[in-house]
């Protein structure tokens, strides 16, 4: 097994394994209603976003996980918007009739935005950016291999490249059980929770290791 850091010369057919894999693996929230082909196109500009990255799982060919995290989400997001808007946008026109596509957008789009739920380390003044995990998920015969660990920490290692210290986040539903098992397994302490669309999220924090 592999880790491999993705980029715009990397195979589309690993931005299309791990669109899959979100959508059979990540069974909340609003990316997966979009369909596979958006998730494919979103992970594949977001591997060419600065300071933010997207890393697999590879077993033989094939990719059997993933992580994507920024090293500061809103930077991410000005950036994603910026060089994919238009074939992005296009993808979303193309599920604006399914059922409660059309409403969640809004939240989604003011997401990077909105407060999120941290404990103070009372040492230090608040971070500036904030740092986040943004999704990770392992294929059904990729899971108990330690690849979900492997893969936080190849994201570890991208933020330390970034430069960045202090804390990361990560939210999750708060009625997912495998999830929160699997942050608070890996590091992560629970912080507070907030609303995002019709799901409650339980907010992680966890400090960038040095090394």
């Avoid at 808007?85 to 026109?93: D, K, P, R, T």
């Avoid at 009739?97 to 935005?113: M, N, R």
């Avoid at 950016?129 to 936080?152: M, Q, R």
């Avoid at 991208?158 to 202090?166: H, I, M, P, T, V």
Wanted: hydrophobic content about 40%; overall charge neutral.
């Amino acid at each position: 097994m592999n880790i491999v850091k993705l980029d715009g010369n990397s195979p589309i057919g690993y931005f299309q394994a791990i669109a899959r894999i979100h959508s059979e693996e990540i069974h909340f929230g609003f990316l997966p209603l979009l369909g596979e082909d958006f998730l494919a196109q979103l992970y594949f500009h977001m591997s060419q976003v600065s300071s933010s990255g997207v890393w697999i799982a590879e077993e033989n060919g094939k990719a059997i996980g993933f992580v994507t995290g920024t090293a500061d989400i809103r930077k991410c997001y000005r950036e994603l918007f910026r060089i994919a808007w238009f074939s992005l946008s296009i993808s979303v026109f193309r599920s604006l009739f399914k059922k409660d596509v059309l409403k969640k957008i809004p939240v989604i789009l003011t997401y990077p935005f909105q407060g999120h739920s941290e404990e103070s380390t009372g040492t230090e003044a608040p971070q500036q950016n904030h740092p986040e995990l943004l999704s990770i998920a392992i294929s059904a015969n990729g899971k108990g291999k330690g690849i979900g660990k492997a893969l936080v920490l190849a994201l570890e290692q991208g933020l330390r490249d970034w430069g960045e210290k202090g804390l990361y986040f990560v939210s999750t539903n708060i009625e997912d059980p495998n999830s929160n098992a699997f942050y608070q397994h890996v590091g992560f302490r629970p912080g507070g929770n907030h609303k995002h669309n019709d799901l409650i999220l339980q907010d992680y924090q966890k400090e960038i290791p040095l090394a």
